[in-house]
């Protein structure tokens, strides 16, 4: 149902601390805490003895107790200790799952760990640049994550669901829209010249004219987009590389399944102005 040998968003860096996490990704449920050391863990989260979801249990230094029977799990997923048990059975053990923090990210590799190369991490890197100013935020959508996908890929939905903010007439009008294939990515870009600005961009910057603006989407597969937008005073060079006259934006979006009809919607906006102002970085959001 799922590609499995690939890296998934499987939480934000903050979301995951020493009380244990619980979450379906890929309708598998996964546990995640972190270690005394800070290391994050992610493992299968349901005891082999009852089966009960071993977030609900705590954790004991660098292990974690199952709260049904008390069985305690070491990071690797074996049991080492079973209360008033001392044989305790080789197969009483649950999956641990490779885990890699990254750009402000948990990268949960589902599938096969012998073939887990943390090289082939995308990088996100603008998710938490400490030169832009930066928000995050998760959200559990209701539908296939293919859907997520469709939306991403055709942003000329902005022009309509978000027409009080970063949409416009000039993003439904536009045709000057150029898609292309490198490998296993897609490039969607797409130019709108000479237009007026929409509200999210003319309200932080005084323009005092038209401009020309870009949206700029690469899609890496099975679950990240790497969006670049923004928009500078037209003429002034932008399309050939100098957007020192405008202001930009670089979107980070993880698109995670939970199950098949439900997904995890990680995304990251990083801004090149108002690095400190949140009240201005949160009219990206009605």
Known sequence: MFPQNQWYVAAWAEEVGRKPLGRFILN?????????????????????HRRLPL????????????QYHGLIYDCEGRCVSVPAQPNIPPKARVRAYPLVERHGCLWIWMGDAALADDRSIPDIHWADDPDWGVMRD?????????????NLL??????????????????ADCT?????????RVWIERWMIDVPAPKTYSDVY????????WQIV???????????????????????GDRSQGIELRNNHGITPETDRTTHFFFSIATNFAAHDKVKQSIYFP
């Not at 005084?206 to 603006?213: E, I, L, P």
């Not at 690469?218 to 050939?240: D, H, K, M, W, Y």
């Open 55 to 66: 977030s609900l249990g705590w954790l004991v230094g660098d292990t974690i107790q199952c």
């Open 138 to 150: 998760r959200y559990t959508v209701k539908c296939h994550y293919q859907y997520l996908h469709d």
């Open 28 to 48: 598998e449920p996964i546990v995640l805490f972190r270690r005394q050391d800070g290391t994050a863990v992610a493992l299968e989260d349901r005891c082999a």
């Open 206 to 213: 005084d323009f005092g004219a038209n401009v020309d603006r």
């Open 218 to 240: 690469e899609f890496i597969p099975p679950g990240v987009f790497r969006l670049q937008s923004g928009c500078a005073v037209t003429g002034t060079g932008a399309r050939n």
């Open 154 to 171: 055709d942003l000329s939905h902005l022009a309509f669901v978000h027409s009080k903010f970063t949409g416009n007439q000039a993003v």
């Open 176 to 184: 000057d829209v150029e898609t292309r294939r490198d490998g296993d």
